[in-house]
């Protein structure tokens, strides 16, 4: 291996190898369309047929900004397939990218490795030619090494087999510009053949400019998890404020704005709100700190765990404003919910703040009716017992509050005047800090937003705050 560097120039290109991708759900399938838009064969695999067979009819099975029309591209071309059939994977690919998920472990903080354990070990009892396996599930550190020995005793290849780690750093909602233009790539290697396959199969992308670290297996899994534990921590850092602003009578709006001036600060992930959530964040930093403790390394990140609690609290500090609003009690009292999706722009309702704060206002007796633009069906899959409205202005219908919970465009131009034509009450909770306080209020409205004052006034935030929504 070549000393693991920033590299402003790759190693010479030798080939363009054919791509498998094993895993098609959120990154899975934006990776497999996107590198067959850059000019690649590729082959998609996925062990849900649905899934599969969606995706080949041209359909994306979640919502995801611009990947139908990539995916049209794609199939056109001729270059992308999908398959449940791993034979004809291992067959096909030069280079196989595992993105299967890395879920919770029910009952435990750890990554759920089952999937991973499973997709590498399938795979390698099939490949019967020089191949690279390339992890780009987040993962805990140690598994790249681990599942070496696996997938070099299990394989026909032994050795020859080789496995690489290429972590994967794209945001929903963004997933086709983050795919196709990543700000940086880091490839995890163990030898130069691993390095040059993987420059190969990424080559119009490192053609950009785009930065390379060149690194080991247990650094390229290390980047990710303190990826997302740095954001993590901005976002609770600001959230931690915004309780000692409710206590203080501090407005946490106008202190994040006089932070974000400094420049060694910055702005960016400084919003407070109702915090982060996800299929990645809330799930990633549980599994570090797990795996950290493991390790015997676990006290140098076991902030992690009240950077959690702390995102947690937000979700049970929005229920307290609410219920403070209508009275003290929210049994039998009508909340409309705008939003349901983790964060907008996209479908994804796993561990979502704003579903979480649905379901505890549900469970004090509140008559929940929620409504969110893409993520109404998955949040019904999760909570079939609160109500999902069809639309915005149907959601708010005789609400004796309004939470606004995922800041979807949407819901930030809402006119509060057409609102209060629907509405029993003009109580407003703004969960995101995403409307206009002054407006509202002028229009008659009761609003209130975390960590502000209760009378606080709307503040026209920074650019790099204001427009913040996405990890
Ligand atoms: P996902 O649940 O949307 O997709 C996982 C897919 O893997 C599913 O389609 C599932 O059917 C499939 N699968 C499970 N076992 C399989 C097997 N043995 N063989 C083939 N397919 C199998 O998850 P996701 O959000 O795409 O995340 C995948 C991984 O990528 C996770 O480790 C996640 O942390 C990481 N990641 C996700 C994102 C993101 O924005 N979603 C970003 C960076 C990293």
Known sequence: MSDPTTRSAPLPIVEKPRLTVVGTGYLGATHAI?????????????????????????????????????????????????????????????VHFICVGTPQT???????????????????????????????????????????????????LGAELELAWNPEFLREGF???????????????????????????????????????????????????????????????????AEVCETTGADVNLLAQSLSYDSRIGGRFLKPGLGFGGGCLPKDIRAFAHRADELGVGQAVSFLKEVDSINNRRRVRTVDLIREMV?????????????????????????????????????EGATVTVYDPEANENAHRLYPDLT?????????????????????????????DDLAQLVRHRRVVDGRHALDADDYRAKGWEFRALGR?????????ASDLRDEVTV
């Open 388 to 416: 999902y409205a069809s639309s915005m202005m149907a959601c708010v219908v005789d609400a004796d509050a309004v939470a606004l919970l995922t800041e979807w465009q949407v819901f930030r131009d809402a006119d509060p």
């Open 106 to 156: 029910p009952g435990s903080m750890a990554a759920d490795m089952r999937y991973v354990d499973s997709a590498f070990g399938e795979l390698a009892k099939r490949i019967t030619r020089k191949a690279l396996l390339v992890g780009k599930s987040t993962v805990p550190i140690g598994t790249a090494s681990r599942l070496t020995e696996l997938v070099q005793s299990l394989s026909p």
């Open 175 to 241: 997933a086709v510009q983050d795919t196709m233009h990543p700000d940086r790539l880091v490839f995890g290697v163990q030898s130069e053949w691993a390095e040059r396959q993987l420059s190969a199969a990424f080559a119009p992308v490192l053609e950009e400019g785009t930065p390379l670290v060149v690194a080991d297996l247990a650094t390229s899994e290390l980047v990710k998890v303190a990826a997302n534990s740095f954001l993590a921590t901005k976002i609770s850092f600001i959230n931690a404020m």
């Open 453 to 461: 004052p209760a009378q606080s006034r709307t503040v026209a935030l």
């Open 34 to 94: 996107c590198m067959a838009v850059l000019g690649y064969e590729v082959m998609g695999v996925d062990v849900d047929v649905a899934k599969v067979e969606a995706l080949a009819a041209g359909t994306v099975p979640f919502y995801e900004p611009g990947l139908p029309e990539k995916l049209r591209e794609a199939l056109d071309s001729g270059r992308l397939t999908f398959t449940t059939d791993f034979d004809a994977a291992a067959e096909f690919g030069d």
């Open 327 to 363: 009275g003290g009690d929210l049994a039998g009292k009508r909340i409309a919910c705008l939003g349901a999706a983790f964060k907008p722009n996209s479908d994804d309702v796993r561990d979502a703040p704003a579903l979480d704060v649905a379901r505890m206002l549900y469970l």
